[in-house]
């Protein structure tokens, strides 16, 4: 079976310094991952990581679209949208321009809201000509056994969205490296199964969703004082070293020292401590489906397949 040589994964913002990675590279047959860095001022640079060998890079954010809102727009498949949007055609002018006011939304500018105050995502439905809110979700983003649904992809506010950071990736690197003639891109799952696209395309992209991820490597927040923790908790992204390690075994995972210690100290005190771990959960989550011991996951659908896209490692029959 052939794998990719080298292996990233990044938790993507809309704010340079928020955006980080984490990374694996095939050395002497062996995986080593090293510590977790800053995306580079220009995202392109990643393909610098090593140059001349094979990338397959996790994003975490929505790679497809709602297939209501497809339906609304005339467009087939997530590849034919950025087709569009790569050729500037008139219809997608706005596109970009996240909506400010409910009159500003529109189905072919459909993020919204621009600030916030006043807002609901009632507007969103109704501007996109959609019967409820529901269809603002993609399948794989609805809610599973294990985790809570994420957030729709066109929605703008609050600590959970991650329209604006699609929007951002979108432009400054998928667009960008689909116009680039010498970048042989596959993107999964929409151009066909995961081990395929990896021998036969020098890059891959894929999306990858960390809460998916980290109920398959034993991520668990405790409970502190009686109250709830999360990934923002240093002491509770510490307590998660354990499973980290276990599973960096049963992988024979080669940790250099400062990743180690990364784990070891929950990846800091610093405000970018949630957005490393996120980086390395959903980095280590991609191994767990190259090692195969975690499936791929499944659309369940050519149609989905085509416009709304998969979480790696996502199985449908976990979706509630």
């Given at each position: 079976m052939i794998l990719p040589d080298v292996v990233v994964h990044c938790d993507w913002s809309l704010r340079a310094n928020k955006r980080i990675y984490a990374a694996a590279e095939r050395l002497n047959g062996r995986w080593t991952l090293h510590q977790t860095?800053?995306?580079?001022?220009?995202?392109?640079?990643?393909?610098?990581?090593?140059?001349?060998?094979?990338?397959?890079?996790?994003?975490?954010?929505?790679?497809?679209?709602?297939?209501?809102?497809?339906?609304?727009?005339?467009?087939?498949?997530?590849?034919?949208?950025?087709?569009?949007?790569?050729?500037?055609?008139?219809?997608?002018?706005?596109?970009?321009?996240?909506?400010?006011?409910?009159?500003?939304?529109?189905?072919?500018?459909?993020f919204y809201p621009l600030k916030a105050g006043g807002t609901k995502r009632q507007f969103l439905v109704d501007g996109l000509n959609l019967h409820d809110a529901d269809q603002l979700r993609r399948l794989c983003d609805q809610a599973t056994d294990y985790r809570r649904a994420a957030a729709p992809l066109f929605w703008t506010m609050g600590a959970q969205q991650v329209g604006k950071a699609a929007l951002s990736a979108w432009r400054e690197l998928l667009l960008p490296l689909l116009a680039n003639p010498t970048v042989n891109l596959a993107l999964w799952p929409f151009d066909g199964d995961l081990f395929d696209l990896i021998s036969q395309n020098q890059l891959l992209l894929a999306e990858v969703y960390p809460a998916e991820m980290g109920h398959h490597i034993g991520i668990e927040f405790p409970t502190i004082d009686r109250k709830k923790t999360g990934k923002r908790s240093q002491l509770a992204r510490k307590h998660n070293?354990?499973?980290?390690?276990?599973?960096?075994?049963?992988?024979?995972?080669?940790?250099?020292?400062?990743?180690?210690?990364?784990?070891?100290?929950?990846?800091?005190?610093?405000?970018?401590?949630?957005?490393?771990?996120?980086?390395?959960?959903?980095?280590?989550?991609?191994?767990?489906?190259?090692?195969?011991?975690?499936?791929?996951?499944?659309?369940?659908?050519?149609?989905?397949?085509?416009?709304?896209?998969?979480?790696?490692g996502l199985s449908t029959a976990s979706i509630k």
């Open positions: 860095d800053l995306v580079p001022a220009d995202p392109l640079d990643l393909l610098l990581y090593r140059p001349g060998k094979s990338l397959f890079i996790g994003l975490d954010l929505p790679l497809g679209m709602p297939q209501a809102w497809a339906k609304q727009v005339n467009v087939q498949s997530f590849r034919q949208l950025l087709s569009q949007l790569g050729r500037g055609d008139s219809r997608w002018q706005s596109f970009f321009d996240v909506a400010e006011t409910a009159a500003d939304i529109s189905p072919t500018r459909p070293a354990a499973p980290i390690f276990a599973l960096a075994d049963r992988l024979s995972l080669q940790l250099d020292e400062a990743l180690q210690a990364e784990i070891k100290n929950g990846f800091g005190d610093a405000a970018d401590g949630e957005d490393r771990f996120d980086a390395f959960i959903g980095l280590l989550g991609m191994l767990l489906v190259l090692s195969q011991q975690l499936d791929q996951g499944r659309p369940p659908s050519d149609t989905i397949t085509q416009t709304e896209g998969w979480l790696l």
